[in-house]
């Protein structure tokens, strides 16, 4: 989970029994203008017996280069699907940052600057 609140809230509605869910990042907490409660449904983890854990890729830094061959690989096999939100414009950037900021798109936030 990069996003939290309802995402995260969605996920662990969601959890299979001895799941993991690895939190990478709270995005749409950053700018709230209270600070968000804390977890909710919490009684999920116990219930499904899954753990939930904080993930920073830097501790991975020195297996970068295989990281990504592999997940290069896992994409070309089909064993792995990505999704891009493509915004067209740079003149939308600010807007789409803002959402991003918020949660509001869904995949990888990308501005398309020009056709070439």
């Not at 995260?8 to 600070?35: H, K, W």
Request: proline residues 3%; charged residues 25%.
């Amino acid at each position: 989970d990069n996003v939290g609140g309802d995402i995260t809230d969605a996920v662990m509605e969601n959890l299979a029994d001895f799941s993991r869910l690895v939190i990478c990042g709270q995005i749409s907490q950053y700018n709230l203008a209270e600070p968000a409660l804390g977890p909710r449904n919490v009684r999920l983890l116990t219930t499904h017996q899954a753990r939930m854990e904080g993930f920073l890729v830097f501790q991975f830094a020195a297996r970068h280069d295989e990281g990504r061959r592999r997940i290069a690989g896992w994409i070309r096999e089909g064993k792995l699907k990505y999704k891009e939100d493509v915004v067209d414009g740079i003149e939308n950037a600010p807007a789409a940052f803002i959402g991003m900021m918020r949660g509001e798109n869904f995949g990888k936030l990308l501005v398309k600057v020009s056709q070439e």
